[in-house]
C-alpha cells in the first residue's frame, strides 16, 4: 500500500456510484467512511489510530452518531475495528472495490431479530448488530421519538436517552430512534431538557410534550419492549407492556 498510490477520483466514484447506494449508508455513515478514508488509504496508510471526539469535530457532529456509524461500517466490512480503548480506535480501512455485496444482507429488510443465545432481554447491548439495532427503530415505528416526524429508514438513528458520557446503557430501555437533526442537537443533554426545548421552540404542543414525559417514563420502566423471532412461551416477551 505504501508503494501504491491510489487515484482519489476513481475511488470516490466507486463510493458515490456503487459502495455508499448499496450498503444503503446514510449520511453520517457516508461522510464518516470519507473522512477516515481520506487520514488512511488515501495517505497510503492501511491503518488509522483516531478518537472519536477527533473525529466528531472534525465533521462538526456529536460522538454518538459518530461512534454508532464507525460499528455500523465495521459490520459491513467497511473497515476493520482492529484495537478499542478510552484512548481510542485503530482501524484498518478497506476500498470500495474490495467491499464485499454479502454484506448487503445485512442492511435489507430481513426478518425479525432473534436474541443473543444465552442472554436475556435485559442484558442484551442493542447496540451490538445491525439487527438488534434494527428491532428498536421498528418498535418506534419509524418515527423520532423526540420531535413525533416520520424519517426515513436512511435518515434515521439511535440515541441514548441517558448519554454515553453519563454511563448510559446499550439496554432497549435507554434506546430510542431519532431523527438525525434531533441526535445532533442533543448530544448529551438530558432528555427531559431537549424536550422542553422542543417544546419552547414550537416543535412539540403541550399536548405531545406531557406525552413524551409520560413516555419516557415507561421506556425507563421497561414497557415498551422490541420485538424478536419466535419467542418461546415463559421467555420474556417482545411485545408492548
Same mark, same amino acid.
Given at each position: 500500500?505504501?508503494?501504491?498510490?491510489?487515484?482519489?477520483?476513481?475511488?470516490?466514484?466507486?463510493?458515490?456510484?456503487?459502495?455508499?447506494? @448499496? +450498503? !444503503?449508508? =446514510? &449520511? $453520517?455513515?457516508? %461522510?464518516?467512511?470519507?473522512? /477516515?478514508? #481520506?487520514?488512511?488509504?488515501?495517505?497510503?496508510?492501511? @491503518? +488509522? !489510530?483516531? =478518537? &472519536? $471526539?477527533?473525529? %466528531?469535530?472534525?465533521?462538526? /457532529?456529536? #460522538?454518538?452518531?459518530?461512534?454508532?456509524?464507525?460499528? @455500523? +461500517?465495521?459490520?459491513?466490512?467497511?473497515?476493520?475495528?482492529?484495537?478499542?480503548?478510552?484512548?481510542?480506535?485503530?482501524?484498518?480501512?478497506?476500498?470500495?472495490?474490495?467491499?464485499?455485496?454479502?454484506?448487503?444482507?445485512?442492511?435489507?429488510?430481513?426478518?425479525?431479530?432473534?436474541?443473543?443465545?444465552?442472554?436475556?432481554?435485559?442484558?442484551?447491548?442493542?447496540?451490538?448488530?445491525?439487527?438488534?439495532?434494527?428491532?428498536?427503530?421498528?418498535?418506534?415505528?419509524?418515527?423520532?421519538?423526540?420531535?413525533?416526524?416520520?424519517?426515513?429508514?436512511?435518515?434515521?438513528?439511535?440515541?441514548?436517552?441517558?448519554?454515553?458520557?453519563?454511563?448510559?446503557?446499550?439496554?432497549?430501555?435507554?434506546?430510542?430512534?431519532?431523527?438525525?437533526?434531533?441526535?445532533?442537537?442533543?448530544?448529551?443533554?438530558?432528555?427531559?431538557?431537549?424536550?422542553?426545548?422542543?417544546?419552547?421552540?414550537?416543535?412539540?404542543?403541550?399536548?405531545?410534550?406531557?406525552?413524551?414525559?409520560?413516555?419516557?417514563?415507561?421506556?425507563?420502566?421497561?414497557?415498551?419492549?422490541?420485538?424478536?423471532?419466535?419467542?418461546?412461551?415463559?421467555?420474556?416477551?417482545?411485545?408492548?407492556?
Amino acid at each position: 500500500m505504501k508503494n501504491k498510490k491510489l487515484n482519489a477520483v476513481q475511488v470516490w466514484k466507486q463510493f458515490e456510484d456503487v459502495l455508499a447506494p @448499496r +450498503l !444503503r449508508l =446514510s &449520511v $453520517i455513515e457516508r %461522510a464518516v467512511y470519507s473522512h /477516515l478514508l #481520506r487520514h488512511s488509504l488515501l495517505e497510503r496508510k492501511r @491503518r +488509522l !489510530r483516531f =478518537s &472519536v $471526539i477527533w473525529l %466528531a469535530r472534525n465533521l462538526a /457532529l456529536s #460522538r454518538t452518531p459518530v461512534r454508532n456509524a464507525v460499528h @455500523r +461500517l465495521d459490520e459491513l466490512r467497511a473497515l476493520r475495528i482492529l484495537e478499542r480503548s478510552k484512548a481510542g480506535h485503530v482501524v484498518e480501512m478497506r476500498l470500495p472495490e474490495g467491499i464485499r455485496a454479502a454484506s448487503d444482507r445485512k442492511t435489507g429488510p430481513g426478518g425479525p431479530a432473534k436474541l443473543p443465545r444465552g442472554t436475556s432481554l435485559e442484558e442484551t447491548d442493542f447496540m451490538k448488530t445491525f439487527a438488534l439495532r434494527r428491532t428498536i427503530h421498528a418498535r418506534d415505528g419509524g418515527r423520532c421519538f423526540y420531535c413525533l416526524r416520520q424519517t426515513p429508514g436512511r435518515m434515521h438513528c439511535l440515541d441514548h436517552v441517558v448519554p454515553r458520557a453519563h454511563s448510559g446503557r446499550n439496554s432497549y430501555r435507554n434506546l430510542v430512534s431519532c431523527c438525525m437533526e434531533c441526535n445532533a442537537a442533543k448530544g448529551d443533554t438530558p432528555a427531559p431538557d431537549f424536550l422542553r426545548s422542543l417544546y419552547r421552540d414550537g416543535r412539540l404542543t403541550a399536548e405531545e410534550f406531557a406525552g413524551r414525559l409520560r413516555a419516557l417514563k415507561e421506556l425507563t420502566a421497561g414497557k415498551f419492549r422490541p420485538a424478536f423471532h419466535a419467542e418461546k412461551k415463559g421467555r420474556e416477551s417482545g411485545k408492548r407492556g
